[in-house]
């Protein structure tokens, strides 16, 4: 059974950081591709960034260089490193197996003064 357990969102002031982390079960994120997705109230769910199997990265154009993917392979994790946040970054974040449909239950980034 594959389980995404998100973790590391919360409350945070515009131009702070956070980083999350998506620990994964039933599933390896050294041979599969791993995303991070995010939802904010009344918009669809969109891309955020994702991370092959051999570690090429992509993001979508509004967190490039301000948020970073990555990977443990031996703790079967992948982070999302988030820095100089906004507020229009808040939403539900959710951690996904790419091509495969598997989804965590998400966490929450707020960012406000």
């Known amino acids: 059974q594959v389980q995404l357990v998100e973790s590391g969102g919360g409350l945070v002031q515009p131009g702070g950081s956070l980083r999350l982390a998506c620990a994964a079960s039933g599933i390896s994120v050294s041979t599969n591709a791993m995303g991070w997705y995010r939802q904010a109230p009344g918009n669809e769910r969109g891309l955020v960034a994702r991370?092959?199997?051999?570690?090429?990265?992509d993001y979508e154009d509004s967190v490039k260089d301000r948020f970073t993917i990555s990977k443990d392979n031996v703790k079967n994790t992948v982070y999302l490193q988030m820095k100089s946040l906004k507020p229009e970054d808040t939403a539900v974040y959710f951690c996904?197996?790419?091509?495969?449909?598997?989804w965590g239950q998400g966490t929450q980034v707020t960012v406000s003064s």
């Open positions: 996904t197996v790419v091509y495969k449909n598997y």
């Open positions: 991370i092959s199997s051999s570690g090429k990265t």
